[in-house]
């Protein structure tokens, strides 16, 4: 039996990146996976394949996470589709970066919008249909920036320094209804995020193993934390990088 068989599963921010292969892994699992993304269409010829490979059922959702009454659409489908939600994964997120000096509004808003405030809402829309079942896991994508710091990267910690945060206060408050709640705090990964900001000799270098993670290696983590292999753990920041410790 596979790691995921039976269980249903929502994953935001599926269209590349950590995403992509977080959706991808627990297909392979045999986990029924609700992958969003942003763009309609851009998830339809990826789902297909993995739905025929693995012999599961992976089901694009577009919309946007920062809209709640798109999130309560969703949510609503998965509840007459499958009548339960066992894995929740909070991935989707975005990185501006800028100096304290340079910070303005527009970046502040746009950053705690995605990564924040639409963790929170759709946590809050996704336990109404966990709490009905057996219990569940919930999977906060942090960044070990978020618990360290980085210089130039004021915004982006902050909110995913709240994301650790979240992760922690939901553990206490879900721990009742045998929800278990974790984050990964992942590291300099492979992405095109990652490449966005430049990726130099220098900075790998300063990764213990001198290389950057791939996004399947998270991926992975992010299975370990959805499967019943970590039933005993709830409210941990797990870092993944490479002995990167800033």
Same mark, same amino acid.
């Given at each position: 039996?596979?790691?995921? !068989?039976?269980? $249903? =599963? ?6 590349? @990146?950590?995403?992509? #292969? /977080?959706? %991808?892994?627990?297909?392979? !699992?045999?986990? $029924? =996976? ?6 309609? @269409?851009?998830?339809? #010829? /990826?789902? %297909? ?198």
């Amino acid at each position: 039996m596979k790691l995921l !068989e039976g269980k $249903v =599963v929502l994953v935001t921010g599926c269209s590349k @990146g950590i995403g992509r #292969s /977080i959706m %991808e892994r627990f297909a392979q !699992e045999k986990a $029924v =996976v609700y992958a969003n993304a942003r763009t309609a @269409g851009g998830l339809d #010829s /990826i789902s %297909e394949k993995l739905s025929n490979a693995y012999e599961t059922k992976v089901v694009p959702c577009y919309f946007d996470i920062r809209d709640k009454n798109a999130i309560k659409e969703y949510v609503l489908k998965i509840k007459a589709e499958q009548g339960k939600l066992d894995v929740l994964v909070n991935n989707a997120g975005i990185m501006k970066d800028a100096l304290i000096e340079m910070i303005d509004d527009t970046t502040l808003q746009d950053t705690f919008d995605t990564n924040v405030f639409s963790t929170i809402h759709m946590t809050q829309m996704a336990l109404k249909l966990m709490k009905r079942g057996a219990g569940g896991a919930i999977i906060n994508i942090s960044s070990i920036v978020g618990v360290r710091g980085s210089e130039g990267k004021t915004v982006y910690a902050a909110s995913k320094g709240a994301v650790a945060n979240l992760t922690m206060t939901w553990a206490r408050e879900l721990v009742k209804y045998n929800i278990r709640v974790n984050a990964l705090a992942p590291g300099k990964i492979d992405t095109d995020m990652y490449r966005t900001i430049g990726v130099d000799k220098e900075g790998i270098e300063e990764v213990g193993m001198k290389r950057l993670g791939k996004p399947e290696e998270v991926a992975n983590a992010a299975l370990f934390l959805a499967s019943d292999l970590s039933s005993y753990i709830t409210g941990e920041i797990i870092g993944v990088n490479g002995g990167w410790f800033l």
